[in-house]
């Protein structure tokens, strides 16, 4: 059977904050419910956005879990990228929201691009076609 990719899966440190970011400010649903994973002493929830088929998943473990490491600021994931219609108008709404804009809109072969930092400090890269 050929490999078929299912979802994105990032750890976060607090899935509170976490959760609402992706939820309030950049729109998505969950997919499947917040739950508590007996095995790995974590917590999971799977979101994804309005009209799109990728899923990202929350993990978020507790301290006695053995799937739990010093957290690493984003360092070993790049960054998630969601398109967007508005993207000047987009960066606006987001830097009144306290978010740190860490590029700012360019273009770049048709696309308009720019990144923001989640409260993990993965970044999150906006493009408009």
Request: aromatic share 10%; net charge negative; glycine share 8%.
């Amino acid at each position: 059977m050929p490999f078929r990719f299912l979802y994105t899966g990032i750890r976060v440190k607090n899935m509170d904050e976490s959760l609402r970011f992706y939820t309030e400010v950049l729109g998505m649903i969950a997919v499947e419910p917040l739950e508590e994973v007996g095995p790995t002493k974590g917590k999971v929830v799977t979101l994804k956005s309005p009209g799109s088929e990728q899923l990202l998943e929350l993990n978020a473990y507790d301290e006695a879990s053995r799937f739990c490491a010093p957290y690493e600021n984003g360092e070993d994931l790049d960054h998630l990228a969601f398109e967007v219609e508005d993207l000047p108008g987009t960066v606006d709404r987001l830097r009144r929201m306290g978010l740190e804009v860490t590029v700012e809109p360019y273009s770049i072969d048709g696309w308009g691009e720019a990144c923001v930092k989640d409260p993990n400090g993965i970044w999150i890269e906006l493009l408009e076609k």
